[in-house]
């Protein structure tokens, strides 16, 4: 199976992602404090999604307290799937996963 690491950048925020023959993995998105709600985190998303034609799903991991993540994930079409107890050290996770 062929993997390949990539990122998004600006000094607005940050995506790292990893493309699978089959999937797309959002491994890390962060944008700075004083441009969230600019749509910042979205524009990043939809990179992804673009880059991701042809592959079966998008999906991502977060943690259960993250509640401001998942809404943001849910209102750009993301799908709660799971949680994973256990997933990160001190609390569970939960898989998103955006089907394309």
Do not use: H, W
Not at 32 to 61: D, H, N, S, T
Not at 65 to 75: C, D, I, R, T, V
């Amino acid at each position: 199976m062929k993997e390949i690491q990539k990122e998004i950048g600006t000094e607005k925020g940050y995506c790292g992602y990893r493309i699978t023959d089959e999937n797309v993995e959002i491994t890390n998105i962060f944008v700075e404090p004083k441009f969230r709600g600019q749509g910042e985190g979205k524009k990043m998303i939809q990179k992804v999604i673009k880059e991701a034609e042809g592959k079966a799903c998008v999906y991502l991991f977060t943690r259960k307290s993250n509640l401001g993540a998942q809404k943001f994930y849910e209102a750009v079409g993301f799908k709660k799937v799971c949680e994973i107890e256990g997933f990160y050290r001190s609390e569970p996770g939960i898989m998103y996963i955006k089907r394309l």
